[in-house]
């Protein structure tokens, strides 16, 4: 049962690396009409996360199928329980990843305004509801004793549960619009830096807000000490990107993303899925695991496949290292 | 209300997303393999023109990637959102290889194919052309490990039930990715991607040579899909008849229901066509191969194939009562229809290959017909997969777990529907646009390579611009 405790912590580190990869494909999405003075510029949006938002989404899949082997029972409940939020991310993420492809496809400027609306309501509506469903998650639903979710949508719609979501839509967007500083020059980069500079007091506030909340409603020391680096990386971020150091307040962006969502795996342990109504039927790490076997299974496979992804996917980010600009979008053809 | 019965609407749901997930599918795995080809041809031999086809049918292929890509995502939340109680059931098997299929494929798959897309002008010649073959490969390794899952649901092979959890566990790896339907299914699938991915080829140019246009390089590109078509037309042959003895054994209701076969007979006929009564069980006229039958269940003549009735008296013993025979009518057109058109389409490829053979050109008639090649392979492998899903009702995972036990019991009616309705629209949507860019792409034909000089010699070479959003 150790290897549970060990794919718990697994599975959450799947979700950083979604939320801090796609976290900024979010933000780059979002900034569209505040930064995207005209078509040039917005291609030069897009082109920054044109080569990586596949494999950025893909660590969703990843984690979702990761789930589905490690906490069946956690897989589920959550995603037969949350069954809206969840159709509603989808159909975002198909119409945003079809956007990315085809918005190019055509130079009319009535069809490049449509894709637009779509990557920006494609990006948008995910930031938010992740934020809401994980928020969901920590906070507990209702449960039956056989582990379903009786509790329909109005109840995911809480207070806190709404915090949790406007958190990670102004993360996200602050992170994202780091992103465009690190990978755009010029008049865009200094337009992004002065956004960033507004998103980032609002990040600070309603996070703040957010992690204070989760820590003393749901936390425990150890997710608050988290809770507490998450808080500092944010104002890091801030105050770099203040003084126009890109490179490092993205760095510290990604820390606060990854050490966020940490808080929030933290705050749960060691139940997956809390039930509200009654603790007896909460899902546990427990109860709601894979076999021994299975685990063992997936633990070598883990082992030995994620350090490899991450080497060849550090090598693409490597590759398009360079800064997008207004001039490489224009020398290409159309 | 009936019609908002959550189990029919979310079978019509995984059946709706799944047939239209499974378009782009094949087309993807064919098409990165044919990119991949011509790239390797253009890397060998420095001609031009198959530069000019890499860059053509690579621009076919994203398009048709990038809904694969977005639609692939539905199909793995889908399994926890309207089928939570088989997720519960078999999650700790079935899991695994969803899992592998994410760590070791999906990841390799989006991460090379953003480096073909965009690496052009940023790597080495031959590192570009390694990251067209290493997408293929992430294809093709996403492909085997989503159908050792499928094949335990055909043929549960390696757990064991765990009582006080009420589910199957896994207690052998080995024996679920070495399942006999899921080494069978896998070279029948990929075959038949590469045939998908042949015959759009073949559409393709010959729709420009009817027009005597871009013949320099749409007359090789007809050639490599016509020889595709028919190499794996005929490989598709021996896998699919290996893939039929591997489900006699495994499910031998499948087989009886392909033939509406009620009653255990030994020298089983074939029947190519038949008209019957309104609920199939009886015959009113058919087209009969004798012996067929039992050629396709046991390699001999004269096996015996057990018929339908008998096979639901020993369900019936084994599992309780129930009605244990899939639609009959599904499993039976379903079945010839796939085999039917995928031989259509072989016929295709040796007739255009004969009307083209050396330098000859048929009439424009014969390049019109061609174009329509598309549609056989891919409504070929639509339908197998019909076949192979409605064939094993009424079973979610065969002789353990009921399609009806399956579905998630805290979703309403209303919430299938509402997904139902939203996917439905949405998947139309994109479908039109899809196809709209499709053909504007493919009609527009290959663009001119711009040359640039070699310095400080008068070489030429192609100018690699890498793709812009």
Redesign the interface.
Known sequence: MDLAYLWFFIVGFLFIGYFVLDGFDFGVGMSLPFLGKDDTDR?VL??TI???W??N??W???A???L??????W???????F??A??LI??A???R??S???????PESKWKKWFDGMIIVGSALPALLWGVAFANIVQGVAL?E?H???GGLLPLLNPYALLGGITTLVLFFTHGVVFITLKTEGELKERARKLAIKSGLVTIVVAATFLVWTTIAFGSVLSGAVAVIAALALITAYLLNLRGREGWSFAFMSVTVATAVLSLFLALFPDVMPASNNPAYSLTIENAS??D??LT??TW??LI??PV?MV??GW?YW??RKRVTRQ??L???H | MEWLDPLALARWQFGLTTVYHFLFVPITIGMALSVALFQTAWYRTDKVHYLQLTRFFGNLF??N???G??????Q??Q????W??Y??F???????P???????A???E??????W???WD??PRGLHLATIWLTWVGTVLSAYFILAANAFMQNPVGYEM?AEKG?A???D?VAVLANPIATNQFPHTILGSIMVAAAIIVSVSAWHLSRNQNLDTMRPALKFGLWALLGSGIMMFISGDSLGLAMVEAQPMKMAAAEALYTTSANASFSVFSIGTPDGSSEIWSVRVPGLLSFLSTHTFTGEVEGINDLQAAYTAAYGPGDYAPLIWVTYWSFRWMIGLGALAAFVAVVGLWMTRGNRNPGKWAWKAATWSWPLPLLAMTLGWIFTEMGRQPWIVFGLLKTEDGV????TGL?VL??LV??TA?YGV?AV??AK?FL??AQKGPAPVEMTKVDGSDEEQPVL?????
């Open positions: 291609r897009i082109n044109g080569p990586v596949d494999l989404e893909t969703v899949i990843v979702g199928a990761s589905f082997a490690a906490f069946p029972e897989y589920a409940t959550l995603f037969s329980g069954y809206l969840l159709l989808l159909l993420l198909i119409v990843g079809v990315f492809e085809y918005r190019h496809k055509n039956s056989n379903i979710y009786t894979s076999s076997y299975t299974v997936m496979t883990a496949f994620l992804v060849y996917q693409t590759v398009f490489s979008v020398a290409a053809a | 994203l398009i990637f990038a809904m890509v977005v639609t692939g995502i539905v793995e939340f399994f926890g959102m309207n939570s109680d997720s519960r078999v999650g700790d098997i079935f899991g695994a969803l899992a592998f299929e994410g760590l070791m999906f990841f390799f989006a991460t090379f194919i953003g480096l897309i965009f690496g940023k790597l765990n589910r566990e896994l207690v790896i998630s019991p805290g979703v919430e509402i997904s939203a996917f949405i994109l646009v899809e860019l504007k792409a611009v890498g793709t812009v959003y």
